[in-house]
């Protein structure tokens, strides 16, 4: 079966989801192909996600969205190596990612939720440095300082990280990951428990960096966040994915006339 959606198209297999964004000739540099994630737990299997396979190209922002449970954080840590899919490959621009070597890998860039993406006893400007010397960077004091005075850091860039707010914690981790000037860029909920106004700062920097001819993936229950930055949304549900598109068609689609993105939300849940 297939079913039109936007810019793209979802195929439902029996066992498989795919899905294409790239309709156009854009060549894309992120491809997944049946990837999965499966646990014995007290020799059950649990299935975290369900095999799909996708082709994501640079220059847009591709929003995980879905319950808690529903396979989203899984699909990052796989996409970043963090974790090892039960079946499946990953590949960019061609190269394996998940059996070829980490030189081979593109530079990512990821902030996981939680609280514990940088160092706290290290400042905002040593954890900048520490991260970009792990990928073995030079050169990147400029990119270090246009971040930090983005994200409104530039005041306490020698204050150790244990002394700022969570919220000024989650910048931090961001600007490390765009100062590696990544290729792959990976937000896992970077908008969590934030007051509206760091929320909107973040946002809006997502939102600008989609023109460097990155990929970027975000996973996020923020509403806002998707109607400001969204460009794609791929909706996981029990560990397969649903309906895609932007947010404006699926607000079209299924808002019964409430131009609300979270309306529209609730009922792709429901249904």
């Known amino acids: 079966m297939r079913r039109k959606a936007g810019a793209g198209f979802v195929v439902i297999a029996e066992h498989a989801v795919l899905v294409r964004f790239n309709t156009q000739k854009t060549k894309p540099m992120l491809s997944i192909q049946n990837l999965s994630k499966t646990y014995n737990v007290n020799g059950q299997c649990l299935v975290a996600v369900k095999p799909f396979s996708m082709d994501i190209v640079p220059g847009k ?5 879905g319950p808690n449970g529903a396979g989203k954080t899984t699909t990052i840590k796989m996409l970043c190596g963090l974790v090892s899919p039960t079946t499946g490959t990953i590949t960019y621009n061609g190269r394996d990612m998940i059996g070829g070597s980490w030189i081979s890998r593109p530079k ?40 930090m005075r983005r994200l409104g850091l530039e005041e306490y860039k020698n204050t150790e990280c244990r002394y700022l707010s969570r919220g000024n914690q989650q910048k931090v981790a961001l600007a490390c990951a765009l100062t590696l000037d ?18 909107r700062s973040i946002m809006e920097v997502v939102n600008h960096e989609k023109s460097k001819n990155r990929i970027t993936i975000v996973t996020t229950h923020d509403t806002e966040f998707i109607e400001l930055a969204a460009d794609e949304i791929v909706l996981f549900k029990n560990g397969i994915l649903k309906p895609i598109g932007t947010p404006q068609e699926i607000v079209a689609k299924h808002g019964n006339g409430d131009n609300r993105f979270s309306t529209a939300y609730l009922q792709l849940l429901r249904s």
């Open 182 to 199: 990544a290729e792959v860029l990976l937000l896992d909920e970077p908008t969590l428990g934030l007051d509206i106004e760091i929320a």
């Open 108 to 147: 990512t860039g990821a902030v996981l939720e939680g609280a514990r993406n940088i160092n706290w006893r290290l400042t905002v400007l040593e954890n900048i440095n520490y991260f970009c010397g792990l990928h073995g960077l030079s050169g990147h004091k400029p990119r270090a300082e246009q971040y």
């Open 61 to 65: 922002v591709y929003c995980f969205l």
